[in-house]
């Protein structure tokens, strides 16, 4: 089995996913971590050609911006978004752009971007952070779909980081994404002391809603080789923002 930077190879990736080994789980290392790749249910991945029909990074931006400036506006034009569209995304995708977002109900990609059917690849998680899960999604968008751009999307007023700022105990599994928040805040916490509990001061929650952003769209290409390989070769951009809940806009961060 072909390897590229110690991980799998595109074409041993297809394999898997594209269910010829349906079941069977593969386990890969990435940066030390461990965990298992198992097939996803996306339409005939294996029949896309992701250079020939995508975007560059800074086309992909672009039109995200563009998307977003319509939104934000109040001139959405909600493209790609009938039958056509379904029809001609029903045996493939070729996604042009990857979102790790948070899971904020107020904050939903192909809305505020202005995208439509097939145009993103969605990875909503709360506090947009990244896991083995969330940077297996990001890689299987970029290097198997083609996306040449990922942005990691924070928020005005995200719940995840404000859980994070006040540090306290938390119920159940929530504390799973409110912990890797963490690390990235504490810079931004230590300027403003005695400021840690409600009501938060906005710019303690601003700031750190940026730091957490920059911080996870950061660690991606640390932890991925592919996600690394792929920068190197220019075909992928990694940037970060946050969305205002209030204007509508994106931010690049
Ligand atoms: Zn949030």
């Given amino acids: 089995m072909s390897r590229i930077n110690g991980f799998l190879g595109r074409r041993d990736l297809l394999k898997i996913l594209g269910i010829g080994g ?7 290392a ?3 971590a461990m965990w ?21 990074s800074s086309e992909a931006l672009k039109k995200l911006q563009d998307g977003n400036q319509r939104f934000a506006k109040g001139k959405p034009e909600h493209p790609r978004q009938d039958q056509a569209r379904r029809d001609e995304t029903s045996p493939t995708q070729a996604p042009f752009a990857v979102i790790l977002g948070c899971a904020d109900s107020r904050v ?5 971007f202005d995208q439509g059917i097939g145009d993103l690849f969605v990875v909503r998680v709360a506090g947009n952070i990244v896991s083995p899960e ?7 968008g970029t290097e198997v779909l083609g996306a040449s751009v990922i942005v990691v999307l924070g928020h005005e007023s995200c719940g995840a ?4 700022i006040q540090g306290e105990a938390l119920p159940g599994s929530i504390s799973y994404f409110v912990e ?26 601003d700031d750190s809603v940026i730091a957490n952003a920059k911080y996870q769209a950061a660690r991606l290409p640390e932890i991925s080789t592919i996600l690394k390989k792929r920068i190197a070769d220019g075909k992928l951009k990694i940037v970060s923002g946050r969305y205002d809940l209030d ?3 994106v931010n690049l961060v």
Avoid: R, W
């Fill in 180 to 205: 890797p928040i963490k690390p990235a805040i504490a810079p931004v916490i230590a300027k403003f002391p005695g400021k840690i509990k409600e009501p938060l001061d906005k710019k303690l929650v």
């Fill in 30 to 32: 990435t940066g030390g």
């Fill in 36 to 56: 298992s790749v198992v097939p996803l249910p996306v339409a005939a991945a294996d029949t896309h050609s992701p250079t020939g029909t995508q975007l560059n």
């Fill in 22 to 28: 349906a079941g069977a789980a593969v386990t890969a």
């Fill in 108 to 112: 939903p990609d192909e809305i505020v």
């Fill in 134 to 140: 969330s940077v297996g999604s990001l890689e299987y």
């Fill in 247 to 249: 204007t509508g806009l």
């Fill in 161 to 164: 980081v404000k859980a994070a």
